[in-house]
Nanobody
Framework: QVQLVESGGGLVQAGGSLRLSCAAS????????MGWYRQAPGKQRELVASITNGGSTNYADSVKGRTTISRDNAKNAVYLEMNSLKPEDTAVYYC????????????WGQGTQVTVSS
């Protein structure tokens, strides 16, 4: 069982920045991919960014150029640095871990609210 705890959300003005953190209860070296997803009211959950064990990253087009995902294997943590925030970035942000343990398994955190005011 993997537990993920997000932190760092909050209320920020448009153009501002936030850094989200995700702390894992196990070594993230066990995972193949760690990611951040978000879900706005009335919308489906969508991928924001992901990072593999090898450090390869993937970003949604809507956040490219103003968002950076990173991982600290020693701290079992993954981070999402978001700059130039827009009101449309408002959502609950979820941390996700993908790992193989007798089959592919996916774990989610409880989410952290990000609200961007105009």
């Amino acid at each position: 069982q993997v537990q993920l705890v997000e932190s760092g959300g909050g209320l920020v003005q448009a153009g501002g920045s936030l850094r989200l953190s995700c702390a894992a209860s196990v070594s993230i070296l066990r995972t193949t991919t760690m990611g951040w997803y978000r879900q706005a009211p009335g919308k489906q959950r969508e991928l924001v960014a992901s990072i593999t064990n090898g450090g390869s990253t993937n970003y949604a087009d809507s956040v490219k150029g103003r968002t950076t995902i990173s991982r600290d294997n020693a701290k079992n943590a993954v981070y999402l640095e978001m700059n130039s925030l827009k009101p449309e970035d408002t959502a609950v942000y979820y941390c996700n871990a993908k790992l193989y343990d007798s089959g592919w398994r996916y774990y989610w955190g409880q989410g952290t609210q990000v609200t961007v005011s105009s």
